[in-house]
């Protein structure tokens, strides 16, 4: 039986106090992550700023993503030591945390970090203007967002004018628009586009003298953790029945794929755009901050309930340490 998938296009980040990730000094293992230049001088990055108008935003429509390979669930990433990074702005210890609500997709009104680290991402694919999402998360240079590989570069060629805008809500842009320096995806991603290894990452350039978590904050980042988890995710879907103006979640426990790849999956009706969103565990619905461990990947069509996101290994790691070690400019 033949299954088609489609993705989706999302962003995230969250704010607080600043602790550098655990591990953040650690060498990346694993294959060595592909990277590709994006706006990496000043006026590259006006360009880009002057690019993206209000209208042009407006009208970015979300991509569809390739479909998981026929033998996805074979050859398993390179496996590591559970590691987990504190976001900035960490509840007092003894702070409860706050169960996960259940939800299928509904926009997300309780405010918090995550309603300022989570952003829309923007960039041109094969000559049309598209959008994702993404999070700001802590790490070394405090310049790096965390999205989907699809977000970054599909079709054999890295995306162009890519910006990420934090806290994006119907057209307005609380935190500016943030031009990419660098990008960088798994290698798995970069070769064949396989749809286990969908996550890449964004170095972006400080805007006004200031870095990325310096305006927004960052949330947690953690790899090689357990599985079937209670799990948030966030995005901002743009195809029918959402319009990209708003951020949406979905919350609840987390099940394995036992179709075509090996996957997280979430009872989650968000759309295209959404990809590239972050997937939180122990996430505080008070404080709005969490560990990012996936993100919005892929749905098969047969299944538009169902999101699935990538299981966050030794390889996501290494794209992670490469974008924190990375000269933001």
């Not at 990055?45 to 996805?72: G, H, I």
């Not at 586009?193 to 980042?221: H, Y």
């Not at 179709?259 to 590239?276: A, P």
């Amino acid at each position: 039986m033949h299954r088609r998938v489609a993705l989706l296009s999302l962003v995230t980040l969250a704010a607080g106090s600043f602790l550098l990730p655990a591990g953040a000094a650690q060498a990346a293992a694993g294959p060595k992550p592909a990277a590709k230049a994006a706006a990496d001088s000043k006026s590259e990055q006006r360009e880009v700023l002057s690019y993206w108008t209000p209208q042009k935003m407006e009208d970015a429509q979300p991509l569809t993503p390739p479909a998981p390979k026929a033998n996805a669930k074979h050859g398993p990433g390179t496996p590591g030591e559970p590691t987990t990074g504190n976001p900035w702005g960490v509840p007092p210890t003894g702070t409860p945390q706050q169960q996960a609500q259940a939800s299928g997709g509904a926009p997300w009104t309780r405010g918090g970090a995550v309603a300022q680290t989570t952003g829309r991402v923007f960039f041109t694919y094969q000559g049309r203007n598209a959008s994702c999402s993404g999070s700001a998360v802590t790490s070394a240079n405090e310049s790096v967002v965390i999205t989907a590989g699809h977000c970054v570069k599909m079709g054999g060629a890295f995306h162009t004018n890519w910006v990420f805008v934090p806290g994006y809500n119907a057209g307005q842009r609380p935190h500016g628009t943030w031009p990419a320096t660098r990008l960088l995806t798994t290698p798995q991603w970069n070769a064949r586009e396989d749809i286990n290894f969908d996550m890449a990452a964004a170095v972006v350039a400080p805007l006004s003298g200031k870095t990325l978590t310096d305006v927004v904050g960052g949330q947690g980042v953690s790899f090689n953790q357990g599985r079937r988890v209670q799990m948030h995710a966030f995005g901002y879907p743009a195809a029918a029945p959402y319009d990209g103006s708003k951020l949406i979640y979905c919350a609840g426990r987390t099940f394995d794929d036992f179709l075509l790849s090996r996957d997280h999956g979430l009872t989650c009706n968000m759309t295209g755009g959404s990809s590239g969103g972050p997937w939180f565990q122990s996430f505080n619905e008070s404080s709005g901050l969490g560990t990012l461990n996936s993100v919005n990947s892929f749905k098969y069509n047969f299944a538009p309930n169902w999101m699935f996101g990538p299981y966050f290994g030794t390889e996501a790691q290494a794209v992670y340490n490469s974008a924190q070690s990375t000269d933001a400019l």
